[in-house]
């Protein structure tokens, strides 16, 4: 059974940083892309940032500059650094993965539980 777990969410003003984790674990053959999205009250799930296996990365134009993805292949996990956080960008934050599972072998889309992210002073 695979599992994406996020962590790192928190209360933070404005200006300030935070950086989530994102943890892939199970029966795992190979991870391909990952991406972070989240959703505010009221509003659609969006994109924030996506990351290819190889590294390629791309970011909402609303993120661009502040945040950061990145991610540990060998470890599985995934992280997106956030700074210069705004009141806009108080959201609950999704962890998305693509991931090959031992058990099928074929490319199936995983979701985390979301991890909540407020910047409020």
């Known amino acids: 059974q695979v599992q994406l777990v996020e962590s790192g969410g928190g209360l933070v003003q404005p200006g300030g940083s935070l950086r989530l984790s994102c943890a892939a674990s199970?029966?795992?053959?190979?991870?391909?892309?990952m991406g972070w999205y989240r959703q505010a009250p009221g509003k659609e799930r969006e994109l924030v940032a996506w990351?290819?296996?190889?590294?390629?990365?791309n970011y909402a134009d609303s993120v661009k500059g502040r945040f950061t993805i990145s991610r540990d292949n060998a470890k599985k996990w995934m992280f997106l650094q956030m700074n210069s956080l705004k009141p806009e960008d108080t959201a609950v934050y999704y962890c998305?993965?693509?991931?090959?599972?031992?058990?099928?072998?074929?490319?199936?889309?995983?979701w985390g539980q979301g991890t909540q992210v407020t910047v409020s002073s």
């Open positions: 998305y993965a693509e991931v090959i599972p031992r058990a099928t072998l074929k490319n199936t889309n995983y």
């Open positions: 199970g029966s795992i053959f190979q991870i391909n892309d």
């Open positions: 990351i290819s296996r190889d590294g390629s990365t």
